[in-house]
């Protein structure tokens, strides 16, 4: 018996001999498909439409030649129940198997549509979209969580986008499933995990894909997980047209990972232009400073100056007249003022001295005597011995009248003598004063006062150690 031999076939023979059993199927020849519409992105540019129809079971890609013209209903759209009329074919180039549609009926919204809908109207009544819940985004974050998939293809854009943008943010990943039927949970989990990381803000994350890839990001756990995170969340969910409820609730939405990445921080070179700004500003502010500075170090150095100039007047008048009262007190002033007063005090003693008096007096009798011999020779030669008798009788009184005047003058002068300061100097005596004024009494010198005491020749200068004065 021959052992069978299995030929070896190319992969273009086995999606060729795939093509030719679908097509020569009759009952695939001409089939109407009902389901709903989904991953449609409009109407490619060469005028074709690839969209999917999915059912509970599993999906189905489609494709509408736009050569042969498009008869889509108005309202096509993802979630729209459709009936697509056309057979069943393959494409070669992917091995794939696909509805050629010829014609499409609306039949009505899907289930998934339906429950977006009114999941989306229910949380705006409650307010978890108004505008005034948003949080503004940190100026500058230091450290960021993103919430996504390790091996999503998003991720990886975004740590791209952001190596180049903000190189300066750290970054920690909160890993989760993003498709699936466990995904919603898991990122709600995965959203609260982030807020307690003590991160600036919350990044999610993932890649394109249809409506039902995309639907976990729609389930009310994972919007109110984004409303309560602690700290800002932005968006980066699909491609520009995907538009989720997890957008909605958020507090940016970007749309796509890669510009939610350049939205979440500020990029270096806006940093670096910022720095060089603040930097100018900075150096503008100080030279503006620095002169205001110098101005009013100027007004208040000239207000110093004048004050300094006022004070040092003043300081002079008061050293000056500090040291004439210093002068007027020393003991050499007060001894210049005692001798001033003593040479007064001289000078009206010797006005009122009898010796004077009588020097006075004998010049007046000797200017007498001559006037009287004058005109007594006169009258001799006239009246002869009547004036001869009265000069003998005046000679005989005048010894007399003078020896009286000597002894009164003697009188006057010891008394004199007694009096004159000089002479009770000279005894022993001294004089002593304080202040310039003569002390009489020793309560004039308390103890510690400073004494003169001016002696017959010489002066001396005491301290009091103690004084004793009666009453």
Not at 168 to 189: F, H, K, M
């Amino acid at each position: 018996m021959k052992a069978r031999v299995t030929p070896v076939l190319g992969v273009g023979e086995i999606a060729r001999y795939v093509r030719r059993l679908i097509e020569t199927d009759e009952r695939l020849s001409h089939v109407i498909v009902r389901g709903e519409v989904s991953n449609f992105r409009g109407v490619h540019a060469n005028g074709n439409a690839y969209f999917d129809l999915k059912d509970g079971q599993a999906l189905l890609n489609c494709v509408m030649w736009g050569s042969l013209g498009l008869k889509l209903p108005q309202a096509f759209a993802n979630g729209l129940r459709v009936d697509a009329e056309g057979r069943l074919s393959t494409y070669a180039g992917r091995s794939t198997y696909q509805l050629v549609v010829d014609e499409v009926r609306a039949v009505g919204q899907g289930d998934l549509h339906t429950r977006y809908e009114e999941l989306r109207e229910r949380l705006q009544r409650e307010g978890l979209f108004a505008l005034e819940r948003k949080r503004p985004l940190p100026r500058y974050p230091r450290r960021i969580a993103v919430v996504t998939s390790r091996a999503a293809a998003a991720y990886a854009d975004f740590l791209r986008t952001m190596a180049s943008h903000a190189p300066y943010v750290e970054i920690v990943l909160v890993e989760t499933p993003v498709q699936g039927r466990e995904a919603a949970s898991s990122i709600a989990t995965a959203l609260a995990a982030a807020s307690r990381l003590g991160v600036d803000a919350i990044a999610l994350i993932r890649g394109g894909g249809s409506f039902e890839d995309l639907f976990a990001f729609n389930e009310e756990v994972v919007v109110r997980a984004i409303a309560r995170a602690s700290v800002p969340v932005v968006t980066g969910i699909g491609h520009e047209s995907d538009v989720t409820l997890a957008d909605f609730a958020a507090d940016l939405r970007e749309p796509t990972p890669t510009a939610a990445a350049r939205a979440i921080a500020p990029s270096r070179k806006e940093l670096t232009e910022r720095v060089a700004e603040l930097e100018r500003r900075l150096l503008r502010a100080r030279v503006r400073i620095v002169d205001e500075r110098r101005q009013r170090l100027d007004f208040a150095l000239r207000g110093l100056t004048t004050a300094f100039r006022a004070s040092l007047d003043g300081r002079r008048r008061t050293l000056l007249t500090t040291q004439v009262r210093l002068a007027r007190s020393s003991p050499v002033a007060r001894l210049h003022r005692s001798e001033e007063r003593l040479n007064a005090a001289k000078q009206r003693l010797q006005a009122r001295d009898p010796r004077f008096r009588l020097r006075e007096l004998s010049s007046r009798l000797a200017t007498l005597q001559r006037v009287m011999g004058n005109a007594e020779r006169r009258l001799v030669g006239r009246h002869g011995a009547q004036l001869t008798a009265s000069s003998i009788a005046l000679r005989r009184i005048a010894p007399r009248l003078l020896s009286r005047f000597r002894q009164r003058l003697e009188g006057l002068s010891g008394k004199l003598s007694a009096l004159d300061p000089a002479s009770v100097l000279n005894r022993g005596y001294a004089i002593l004063t304080v202040d310039g004024s003569v002390v009489k009494s020793a309560a004039q010198a308390p103890a510690g006062a400073l004494v003169q005491g001016r002696l017959a020749r010489g002066v001396l200068e005491m301290r009091v150690e103690r004084s004793e004065h009666g009453d």
